[in-house]
Each structure stands twice: as structure tokens, then as C-alpha cells.
């Protein structure tokens, strides 16, 4: 049922910090550059290799940024359940069900999703670096992994404009692993902060809308 992956190094390890590698967008482009007709789950799994779960983490959670037709937060909501809640528990590799890890999208949609990625994490990556990387290590990494497990299922409901905030805290924390810079963790930190009280406020207004309603409706009735 479930499909192993390539080993995640740990957090703490100094070789992760030392040597270079090919940044998010240059991988990204580098997928959307292939010939296949279809791109799957798998295939982004592989190319980012121990990179996985912050990598997929982004890949999901980014297209939330921007306002999306009804539904399509649920769908990419739902594979950030399973990868924040093995980065929660410390996996030390990315397990998805065949049913996630087998799922594809058109080549062409996959293009048009990183041509308007691309400029964004170009312009992170410019100014990200390695620094502060204590807040990297494996338990403050589940910590992510707990509090981006919470934004993934807040991502899944069907809030209205519930969705923004939470992708970019999970953004926030993705760009902070993969360039192991935990000043952009501490502000995935605020962000949840901000997402909590963003939350709180649509919350009550639309509990507040409901109790208006049905006391509305009782007069009349």
C-alpha cells in the first residue's frame, strides 16, 4: 500500500549543509524540461531525493498562495497530510500510498504551475542561506512537521480564503529546510502565528453569520 522512498539525511548532518547541490528551481525546471506527456508524485519524489519531504511539502502547499477554484485546495491538501505527519514522527524517508505517489498531472500543467513558481523561488533562493541551523535539527524538524501537519489539514477544509496563510507558513518552513536557513523558519514560525489569529477572526465572523442567520429565521418563523 505504501511506497518507499530515497533516505531523508538527517537535519543535524554537516555534510547537508556543506555540499552543493542543484537549488528547488533548478530541479523544478529541470522536471518541467522532460519529455514524458505526464509528471507523477514519483517522479518529483525522485528528482529531489533526500530533499523530499520539504520539496513535495512546497510543491503542494505553494499553488495555495494564489486563489483557487473551489475544491482544488482539498486535492493538494491531502498529500501534505501524509508528508508533514512522517516529518512530525522523524521518518527518515518519505512513504506515500501508490494511490498519492502514482498520481500524475499533464506535462503542460506542470509547466504553466512552474512558470509561475519560478520567479518567486528564484528571488527566496537569491537571498536564503545557510545560518541558524540549530533550529534545523531532527526535534525542531518534527515541530515543523507537527505545525504543518495542522496547517495541511486546515488547507483541506473548505474555509473561505482559509487556505492562503497556512500555504505560506508550510512555503515558509519548505524554503527554510531546503536552504537550511532557519531565519526563514522563524518566519514560517510567525506565520503560523499569523495564520492562527487570521483563523480565529474568520472563524468566529462566520459562526457569528450563522447564529445571525438562524436568529433571523426564528423571528420570522
Not at 533526500?50 to 486535492?75: E, H, I, Q, T
Not at 473548505?158 to 518552513?173: E, M, Q, R
Not at 527554510?176 to 510567525?190: F, K, N, P, Q, T
Request: aromatic residues 8%; charged residues 15%; contains cysteine.
Amino acid at each position: 500500500m505504501f511506497d518507499s522512498s530515497i533516505p531523508l539525511e538527517p537535519a543535524a548532518s554537516a555534510q547537508a549543509d556543506q555540499e552543493p547541490r542543484q537549488r528547488f528551481s533548478a530541479v523544478l525546471r529541470g522536471l518541467a524540461a522532460a519529455s514524458d506527456p505526464m509528471i507523477s508524485v514519483r517522479d518529483i519524489l525522485n528528482a529531489f531525493g533526500d530533499r523530499a519531504f520539504a520539496a513535495l511539502m512546497l510543491v503542494f502547499a505553494a499553488p495555495n498562495m494564489f486563489p483557487l477554484p473551489p475544491g482544488v485546495s482539498a486535492v493538494l491538501g491531502a498529500p501534505l497530510l501524509f508528508i508533514t505527519a512522517q516529518l512530525m514522527l522523524g521518518y527518515s524517508s518519505l512513504r506515500l500510498p501508490h494511490m498519492i505517489a502514482d498520481r500524475s498531472m499533464r506535462r503542460e500543467v506542470f509547466v504553466g504551475f512552474t512558470a509561475k513558481l519560478d520567479p518567486v523561488v528564484k528571488r527566496a533562493e537569491s537571498i536564503l542561506r545557510p545560518r541558524l541551523t540549530g533550529l534545523l535539527r531532527p526535534i525542531p524538524e518534527r515541530l515543523i512537521g507537527a505545525a504543518c501537519l495542522i496547517l495541511a489539514v486546515i488547507l483541506f477544509l473548505p474555509i473561505p480564503f482559509g487556505n492562503i496563510p497556512p500555504a505560506i507558513a508550510i512555503s515558509l518552513f519548505s524554503l527554510g529546510i531546503l536552504e537550511r536557513d532557519g531565519l526563514a523558519v522563524s518566519l514560517g514560525w510567525l506565520a503560523v502565528l499569523g495564520s492562527g489569529l487570521i483563523l480565529a477572526a474568520v472563524s468566529s465572523a462566520i459562526i457569528a453569520a450563522i447564529e445571525a442567520f438562524f436568529d433571523h429565521l426564528w423571528v420570522l418563523i
